[in-house]
């Protein structure tokens, strides 16, 4: 099927060019040119690369409901094997739903985050059949991600967070340990991604050798924020955003926007509307870490540092799909233009993750597309007046 966009204002992962006419050949892009069995008509309209969310956590139903968003890949953070191999076969065999990639099981030390919430009662609910895996000397790093990549794991995942941030204790994985398990995950050809929340814990990891931090630091205000980003700078990481789960981590009411604008209720699951004002009692979180994330996004981007968007989605809250719509916003009040917060999910995770087929819109790449009226590189809330969504050139109804 080829398919013809045409007279449309392209936002393709880096820059924005009027009336382009992009061809959709099966499930790649092409060069325009040559007969095309259907046309849309792309007057008044942008078309971007699909999102992007760079950190997600897949469970049954979480994909279909991403790619109603126009959000046509997630980046799994965490997940057990029997749910994941569930989640993997729909991405591969679907697609009326978003692809994945996953570390698989996060690493943290016997008894660390998020052991802490992953109860019988919320393993049931997720359909595991088993807990988390955890390390607990650097003797057990070798054979904990030899494990992963036997699960089919794209990059690898730590956890090093001690909970003292919001008054809890809880074990993590040591300076060593993180260490050696970044050494095992590079010598097995994955990048590494941090969980932390703290700049001491974000120092901590980059010092270990990883690649990225899971979440915006949420301890540091503004007047030393330009000095952490500045040293984050030094270790050439990425960093993602998050600021949506901190919000809801710290009762911030601001995500439920999305329940006020038609553009995004009409579109969410029952499901996903019911998630809402839950509270998250057992998660760490500086009470000041949404103010301090913003903070913090437009100093690393100021020093230069790649700000990803994520936005920590799960079956309970944050949302999938919409949830990295409110994000593009949250990014832009932080200080983004409209044009960064939409590279920040699309060509930045892309680039950072290793994604060389999307992120972009180019000859030769996935047909993943995303098509709304008005124009989001000057008001990013037109990302959600989504007309159309291709997924791997697959027109979704």
């Given at each position: 099927?080829?398919?013809?966009?045409?007279?449309?204002?392209?936002?393709?992962?880096?820059?924005?060019?009027?009336?382009?006419?992009?061809?959709?050949?099966?499930?790649?892009?092409?060069?325009?040119?040559?007969?095309?069995?259907?046309?849309?008509?792309?007057?008044?309209?942008?078309?971007?690369?699909?999102?992007?969310?760079?950190?997600?956590?897949?469970?049954?139903?979480?994909?279909?409901?991403?790619?109603?968003?126009?959000?046509?890949?997630?980046l799994d953070m965490n997940n057990l094997p029997s749910v994941l191999a569930v989640q993997r076969r729909q991405a591969a065999e679907r697609d009326d739903v978003a692809d994945l990639?996953?570390?698989?099981?996060?690493?943290?030390?016997?008894?660390?985050?998020?052991?802490?919430?992953?109860?019988?009662?919320?393993?049931?609910?997720?359909?595991?059949?088993?807990?988390?895996?955890?390390?607990?000397?650097?003797?057990?790093?070798?054979?904990?991600?030899?494990?992963?990549?036997?699960?089919?794991?794209?990059?690898?995942?730590?956890?090093?967070?001690?909970?003292?941030?919001?008054?809890?204790?809880?074990?993590?994985?040591?300076?060593?340990?993180?260490?050696?398990?970044?050494?095992?995950?590079?010598?097995?050809?994955?990048?590494?991604?941090?969980?932390?929340?703290?700049?001491?814990?974000?120092?901590?990891?980059?010092?270990?050798?990883?690649?990225?931090?899971?979440?915006?630091?949420?301890?540091?205000?503004?007047?030393?924020?330009?000095?952490?980003?500045?040293?984050?700078?030094?270790?050439?990481?990425?960093?993602?955003?998050?600021?949506?789960?901190?919000?809801?981590?710290?009762?911030?009411?601001?995500?439920?926007?999305?329940?006020?604008?038609?553009?995004?209720?009409?579109?969410?699951?029952?499901?996903?509307?019911?998630?809402?004002?839950?509270?998250?009692?057992?998660?760490?979180?500086?009470?000041?870490?949404?103010?301090?994330?913003?903070?913090?996004?437009?100093?690393?981007?100021?020093?230069?540092?790649?700000?990803?968007?994520?936005?920590?989605?799960?079956?309970?809250?944050?949302?999938?799909?919409?949830?990295?719509?409110?994000?593009?916003?949250?990014?832009?009040?932080?200080?983004?233009?409209?044009?960064?917060?939409?590279?920040?999910?699309?060509?930045?995770?892309?680039?950072?993750?290793?994604?060389?087929?999307?992120?972009?819109?180019?000859?030769?790449?996935?047909?993943?597309?995303?098509?709304?009226?008005?124009?989001?590189?000057?008001?990013?809330?037109?990302?959600?007046?989504?007309?159309?969504?291709?997924?791997?050139?697959?027109?979704?109804?």
């Amino acid at each position: 099927m080829r398919t013809l966009i045409r007279n449309v204002r392209l936002f393709d992962g880096e820059r924005t060019v009027a009336g382009a006419d992009v061809l959709i050949d099966g499930d790649r892009i092409a060069e325009p040119g040559g007969p095309a069995e259907a046309e849309v008509d792309g007057t008044g309209r942008t078309l971007l690369p699909g999102l992007i969310d760079a950190h997600a956590h897949a469970f049954d139903g979480d994909l279909e409901e991403a790619l109603k968003f126009g959000v046509t890949t997630e980046l799994d953070m965490n997940n057990l094997p029997s749910v994941l191999a569930v989640q993997r076969r729909q991405a591969a065999e679907r697609d009326d739903v978003a692809d994945l990639r996953s570390s698989g099981m996060i690493a943290t030390a016997p008894g660390g985050h998020p052991t802490q919430i992953m109860t019988p009662d919320v393993l049931a609910a997720l359909g595991a059949d088993g807990g988390l895996d955890t390390v607990a000397d650097p003797g057990q790093a070798k054979a904990f991600v030899e494990a992963r990549l036997a699960e089919g794991a794209d990059y690898l995942k730590i956890a090093i967070d001690d909970g003292a941030v919001s008054g809890m204790k809880l074990p993590a994985l040591t300076p060593e340990v993180a260490a050696v398990l970044v050494e095992a995950g590079h010598a097995a050809g994955l990048k590494v991604v941090a969980h932390t929340v703290t700049a001491r814990e974000a120092l901590v990891a980059l010092d270990a050798g990883v690649d990225g931090l899971a979440h915006l630091y949420s301890d540091v205000d503004r007047e030393d924020a330009d000095e952490l980003a500045a040293r984050i700078a030094s270790y050439d990481a990425f960093v993602v955003s998050t600021i949506t789960f901190i919000e809801a981590v710290t009762g911030d009411p601001g995500q439920a926007e999305l329940l006020r604008d038609p553009r995004t209720a009409g579109r969410m699951s029952a499901r996903s509307k019911a998630t809402f004002g839950r509270e998250f009692t057992d998660i760490p979180m500086h009470s000041q870490g949404v103010l301090n994330a913003a903070h913090a996004a437009a100093a690393l981007l100021r020093a230069g540092v790649p700000v990803l968007a994520g936005t920590d989605a799960t079956p309970f809250g944050p949302v999938h799909g919409a949830g990295l719509h409110h994000e593009l916003l949250l990014l832009t009040e932080a200080g983004l233009t409209p044009e960064q917060a939409l590279r920040a999910a699309t060509s930045l995770p892309a680039r950072c993750f290793g994604l060389s087929d999307r992120g972009r819109v180019a000859p030769g790449l996935r047909a993943d597309l995303l098509l709304v009226d008005g124009d989001p590189t000057t008001d990013i809330t037109a990302t959600r007046s989504i007309t159309d969504v291709w997924r791997a050139g697959a027109r979704q109804g």
